[in-house]
């Protein structure tokens, strides 16, 4: 039975590697993807370990029952879930099974909520936060109207190189997720705060060292995701914004802004990158608000 196990086990893992390959150089996935499938992945092949040798559909069965008993979020089962169906449907068209277990995997329904997003007053209050007499302050401030202005993820924002921003066009050229590319425009403030730091503040970072990206530590290094998290995070607190201020929030703040400014929410698809506009419609609680004022101003009989 441990021997079983055990061969079980090891044959997973081995196709989990394969897996992975696949989605880093068929798919191109971004690595933050990569490593989430496989995170799911290593704790469903350490459940399939412990498992006697079960058909495929009662080991997913009694998987999704164990992470509803570990108090999962459902967006966090839905997540596993989905890691599960790729990985499924990458054996079947390998020849590795004869049939996809996982196709009858359905995620939890999750209950829609509002995201969270800063008012016109924390914005600014956030953007003052920085000590720009600094240079690594300069570069904050830079980063913090960048990430506000377009909207970006924060990997995609941490990987914007020099030349990817066109200040006399006003645009600034993101890779996000798949590698896939596209251009969103920059305001003029966001702008004005790149130069400045470009000016003032990022050869000071460098001192002599050469890097392609934007936004670099005093190392010479690309400031990571992790880093700004924490960097933000204290701006936060030090601009008395909410607790638990993540740069998804300043995300959300830029797509809730606009639509509530009167964009379409085609046009904030396009910019933040979305794949499928129903992801995008999470922020139809700001166009529900207008729904009173659109029927009011165009319906005759308003």
Request: hydrophobic letters at 40%; a positive charge.
């Amino acid at each position: 039975m441990v021997e079983a196990l055990a061969e079980q086990s090891a044959g997973l893992r081995a196709h989990g590697v394969e897996f992975l390959n696949h989605c880093r150089v068929e798919r191109g996935l971004s690595a933050n993807s990569i490593s989430a499938y496989g995170a799911d992945l290593d704790r469903f092949i350490a459940f399939a370990g412990s498992q006697p040798a079960l058909p495929g559909p009662e080991l997913l069965r009694l998987y999704i029952d164990s992470l509803f008993r570990s108090r999962l979020s459902q967006r966090s089962i839905a997540r596993h879930m989905a890691t599960l169906r790729c990985f499924f449907r990458f054996l079947l068209q390998e020849n590795v099974i004869d049939w996809d277990p996982a196709q009858e995997l359905h995620p939890p329904r999750q209950w829609q909520t509002i995201p969270k997003f800063l008012n016109l007053g924390e914005i600014e209050k956030l953007i003052q936060a920085p000590d720009t007499a600094r240079p690594t302050g300069l570069r904050d401030r830079a980063m913090i109207e960048l990430l506000y202005a377009c909207g970006l993820r924060v990997s995609e924002l941490c990987r914007v190189g020099v030349g990817d921003l066109d200040a006399r066009m006003g645009y600034v050229r993101v890779t996000g997720k798949g590698n896939k590319q596209r251009l969103v425009p920059v305001g003029r403030e966001a702008i004005g705060a790149v130069e400045r730091y470009l000016a003032e503040g990022r050869a000071a970072l460098l001192k002599g060292r050469a890097s392609r990206f934007l936004f670099v530590t005093a190392r010479g290094g690309c400031l990571t995701r992790q880093g700004f998290w924490k960097l933000l995070g204290g701006y936060g607190r030090k601009a008395q914004v909410f607790r638990g201020l993540t740069p998804h929030v300043l995300r959300h703040s830029f797509a809730t802004h606009l639509l509530d400014g009167g964009a379409d929410l085609r046009s904030v698809q396009v910019m933040l990158g979305h794949a499928d506009i129903s992801t995008t419609q999470i922020y139809t609680h700001v166009m529900r608000s207008r729904l009173r004022d659109t029927v009011n101003k165009h319906h005759p009989r308003a």
